[in-house]
């Protein structure tokens, strides 16, 4: 067991005192919570008689002790009030010694207590609850970092990204507007769903744990199934169980699914992360922008209110409709060069005239996406679709109508990053089995993100699948871009992290604001 800092010790020792008196300090009784603090505010009236009765509950956050009278702070899931504390009212007859030793000595920052008591608004103007009883609901053994003022400047503001991240507990206790952050997060979940939902689409679930790693180009993660005796992949993308349930007879289907991928980590890639996959009959790259457009424009509103929103020194607009360019014409655009009709061999001296970085595991598909990556991507701040993608970068695309050697795909440039990947979906099982024998080609040259062969995802699509379009979003660089924040893990409750180094718990510490 970790050994235990001097305010720890302290608060341990208020535990057993507590208990002592007859106290505990962590009762089962049902609390009757009936307000909470944003609602008792914006509900308050000066001239309601007798003033309105209310029980409420949530942590202390701050206290000033001031002899027989004291206020203090409490904080619910809705916001803070002040609750003024008098030892006559909590302490009727001649039991002073609970209100000089439980309330003044035992109670803690941090500790969840309830409050049955009046609405009143203090000499000062400030709406407060008139304690009459505190019920301790929960004793907090840790003091929470508390900023501390001096001279203009805050000191123990829990500001460490990475203290931030692990503690995400406290992080969304401390630090004002964390919470909304997350808020805003499910909102934007429930509008997607409502926009799909009025069209007449189903949620559905797919496996998580797959036998062939399909649907994306990825590098997987591989764990073993003990009683089959076989490997099993963590899913990198649910598009191919999808596309099945299309050959089922389902006319629109969409999910939003935990995908993991083997890969890098920054500010934009979490090795778990959240993608929304829809896929919808007799529709086509054309119909799903449009469709994209007023999706990202409703959601926009819904949960900001506004189509603006602003990432870092960018002003970003989701207001359709959105820019539309090849992904030929965007290397020309920002390269100088036409890269339509190059083999393998023309790319790759592209890539060395551009000072990009090849290995000999890169076909077509790969180098144009490097030369994309490198030297275009970050060029598109406002959405832009990017279209019309070469064959060898799309292996599950059906073939541009007019160009063979194209794709029907988009990539939704937002910010600099892909937000948003979407097809015509490939529905020739033979054109289909050749991509992923040319996929298999890649991997016998080292490309590991290579796809595997499905053969019952050519089996089903032998049986037919009407014309359909997909697409797949990234929710969680879409929470980024409604949210103003620039790093992934701002917008992930719990980021992956490295393994904590162990420190002594008076590293981790801050000295409390309290006059005990």
């Known amino acids: 067991m970790e050994e235990l800092s001097e305010q720890q010790q302290v608060r341990r020792n208020s535990l057993a005192a507590l208990r002592e008196r007859g106290i505990e300090p962590y009762p089962a009784a049902l609390y009757p919570v009936d307000a909470y603090t944003d609602e008792i505010r914006d509900s308050f009236d000066d001239n309601l008689q007798p003033p309105r009765e209310v029980c409420v509950a949530g942590r202390i956050m701050s206290r000033r002790i001031m002899g027989k009278a004291s206020f203090m702070e409490l904080q619910d899931s809705r916001g803070r009030i002040q609750v003024y504390v008098s030892r006559d009212d909590i302490c009727p007859g001649e039991d002073k010694d609970l209100y000089n030793v439980v309330f003044k000595k035992l109670l803690d920052i941090g500790d969840f207590i309830g409050v049955r008591g009046f609405v009143f608004r203090t000499r000062t103007g400030e709406i407060s609850v008139h304690a009459r009883e505190i019920t301790l609901l929960s004793k907090s053994l840790r003091p929470l970092p508390i900023v501390k003022m001096k001279d203009g400047k805050a000191y123990d503001a829990f500001t460490d990204p990475e203290l931030r991240y692990r503690q995400r507990y406290v992080d969304l206790v401390v630090n004002k507007g964390v919470k909304e952050i997350f808020l805003k997060r499910t909102r934007m979940f429930q509008s997607m769903r409502e926009y799909f ?52 007879g389902f006319e629109g289907v969409y999910e939003f699914s935990k995908n993991f991928r083997n890969e890098g980590m ?50 970003i607009s989701f207001k359709g409709p959105f820019r539309r360019v090849t992904m030929a014409q965007a ?106 024998v040319d996929q298999m080609r890649l991997a016998d040259k080292g490309d590991d993100e290579a796809m595997i062969i499905d053969h019952d995802f050519i089996r089903a699509l032998e049986y037919g699948m009407p014309p359909t379009s997909g697409m797949g979003i990234g929710m969680d660089r879409l929470a980024m871009l409604l949210t103003g924040q620039t790093t992934i893990q701002e917008v992930l ?18 000295t409390e604001n309290t006059d005990k």
């Open 331 to 436: 290397i020309k655009e920002h390269t100088g060069i036409d890269i339509e009709g190059m083999d393998e061999a023309a790319l790759r001296q592209v890539c060395k005239d551009l000072g990009i970085e090849t290995d000999p595991s890169m076909g077509k598909g790969k180098l144009i996406d490097e030369i994309f990556g490198e030297k275009c991507e970050a060029k598109y701040i406002q959405p832009t679709f990017i279209i019309d993608y070469p064959i060898e970068m799309s292996p599950l695309t059906k073939r541009h109508r007019d160009n063979p050697e194209l794709t029907e795909r988009f990539e939704l440039m937002v910010n600099g990053k892909e937000l948003a990947n979407a097809y015509s979906e490939l529905n020739d099982p033979i054109d289909q089995y050749e991509r992923f």
């Open 266 to 315: 920054d500010r934009t890639h979490n090795p778990e992360f959240t993608c929304m996959e829809i896929y919808v009959s007799y529709k086509d790259y054309n119909w799903m922008m449009d469709f994209t457009e007023k999706m990202l424009e409703k959601i926009a509103l819904d949960v900001n209110g506004t189509t603006e929103v602003q990432v870092g020194d960018n002003t």
């Open 493 to 510: 409750l719990f980021p992956q992290m490295r393994p904590q180094k162990a420190t002594p718990a008076s590293a981790e510490e801050n």
């Open 197 to 248: 939902n009025s069209h007449g689409y189903v949620e559905v679930e797919t496996p998580i744990l797959q036998s062939i790693p399909g649907g994306a180009s990825a590098r997987p993660f591989i764990t073993h199934h003990n009683t089959l005796d076989i490997p099993l992949y963590l899913r990198i993308a649910d598009e191919l169980y999808l596309k099945r349930l299309i050959v089922g």
